[in-house]
Each structure stands twice: as structure tokens, then as C-alpha cells.
T-cell receptor
Framework: KAGVTQTPRYLIKTRGQQVTLSCSPISGHRSVSWYQQTPGQGLQFLFEYFSETQRNKGNFPGRFSGRQFSNSRSEMNVSTLELGDSALYLC??????????????FGAGSRLTVL | TQLLEQSPQFLSIQEGENLTVYCNSSSVFSSLQWYRQEPGEGPVLLVTVVTGGEVKKLKRLTFQFGDARKDSSLHITAAQPGDTGLYLCAGSAGGGGNKLTFGTGTQLKVEL
């Protein structure tokens, strides 16, 4: 079966712009989580959506937002980009059958560079 | 805030050597996972441990969850170049949802 698909894979933006990243989970997975990975901070949790509702939220400013659609696809948006937002943004989906064990399948990520 | 510290941060060894990576926290986790990430890819789950004192083996990899569920270790026997990658531990505080706290990572390089 197809894995977690993230688009775009690479993108370059300038400070002040906004960006939208997309994530298509594994078919049947209803939970989608987003993480930011940087060399300095490692992997940090952004937020999680389950059945179109935000279930958990990390400690990121309000410029970071997300949503989930009825087909479980998710998007995250970062407004007013800053240089420090340059990172690999990873999406992970989870099956409801394994929700209690937190079995996440990650996509390959979207590499954002802010100039 | 829960933190997971991994050691060592970097490890470069020869093929056939053994190694152990440690993952430590002052917080208790309901479960702990280990992932391996290769360049240009997302992390791939290796194992999940949920019971204090639990030991799981995956071929040449042995994972242990501390009795107090605050720490874990990953031991690789007879390392191979294919083991090269970034190893990450990740803890769940439980309570529903899929929010994970990731460790600082261990970059392993196995040379011929």
C-alpha cells in the first residue's frame, strides 16, 4: 500500500511569506501528526489531527497552523516566515487500530528553506 | 517539559563492532520507541517498548526499557554498514493521541 505522501518535497521562500504543506496519510489512517526537524532542536511536535479535529498541540507560535480534511489529508501553514523556520517538516500517520501504541509512519518530509 | 537525552551524539565504528546507544530522561513515559532515519527520508519505526524492564530483540538489535520507564538502550551486535543512520528514541506520555517527545539523536556511521 502507498505510504505517507508529502508535497512539495523542497521549497524556497523569503522572509515574510507564507507556506502551505500537504500530507496524504496511508489509506485508512485517521490520525496525522506534524513535526519540525532542525539540526539544533531535533524533532519537535507541532500538532496532531484526528477526524478533522486538533487533538494535541506543541509549543509553537500561532504562525503555525494546520487542518485536516474529511478524507484525512492534512495541511499545515506557516505565515510570516522567519529564517528560523527553515527545517524539514515531517508528517506521520497512524492507524486507529494501533493508536494506543503510537505506531507512526512518517513521510519523507518537506524541506523548507527561508531566505 | 519532558526531555530525552541520547548518548553518544556521534558514533563512528568499524564493521563487526558492537555498540550501545542510551536514551535517558527524568520523566516517566508510558511507552518508548526507537526509530532510524536515513538522509532524505523520514524516521522508520524499529520497535516499541511499553513495560518497565522489557527487552526486545530484532535480529542484531536489542532494545531495553528501564524498570522505571525513564530510560532505554539500543544495543547493536556486529554492526554492518547498512546500520548507518540517525537513531532516535521517542517517548509517549500516554493519555491518548500521538504526541511524541523525541530524543536528541545518535548519528551512527559503520565503516568497512
Amino acid at each position: 500500500k502507498a505510504g505517507v505522501t508529502q508535497t512539495p518535497r523542497y521549497l524556497i521562500k523569503t522572509r515574510g511569506q507564507q507556506v502551505t504543506l500537504s500530507c496524504s496519510p496511508i489509506s485508512g489512517h485517521r490520525s496525522v501528526s506534524w513535526y519540525q526537524q532542525t539540526p539544533g532542536q531535533g524533532l519537535q511536535f507541532l500538532f496532531e489531527y484526528f477526524s478533522e479535529t486538533q487533538r494535541n498541540k506543541g509549543n509553537f507560535p500561532g504562525r503555525f497552523s494546520g487542518r485536516q480534511f474529511s478524507n484525512s489529508r492534512s495541511e499545515m501553514n506557516v505565515s510570516t516566515l522567519e529564517l528560523g523556520d527553515s527545517a524539514l517538516y515531517l508528517c506521520a500517520s497512524s492507524s486507529p487500530l494501533t493508536a494506543g501504541a503510537n505506531v507512526l509512519t512518517f513521510g519523507a518530509g518537506s524541506r523548507l528553506t527561508v531566505l | 517539559t519532558q526531555l530525552l537525552e541520547q548518548s553518544p551524539q556521534f558514533l563512528s565504528i568499524q564493521e563487526g563492532e558492537n555498540l550501545t546507544v542510551y536514551c535517558n530522561s527524568s520523566s516517566v513515559f508510558s511507552s518508548l520507541q526507537w526509530y532510524r532515519q536515513e538522509p532524505g527520508e523520514g524516521p522508520v519505526l524499529l520497535v516499541t517498548v511499553v513495560t518497565g524492564g522489557e527487552v526486545k530483540k530484532l535480529k542484531r538489535l536489542t532494545f531495553q526499557f528501564g524498570d522505571a520507564r525513564k530510560d532505554s538502550s539500543l544495543h547493536i551486535t556486529a554492526a554492518q554498514p547498512g546500520d548507518t543512520g540517525l537513531y532516535l528514541c521517542a517517548g509517549s506520555a500516554g493519555g491518548g493521541g500521538n504526541k511524541l517527545t523525541f530524543g536528541t539523536g545518535t548519528q551512527l556511521k559503520v565503516e568497512l
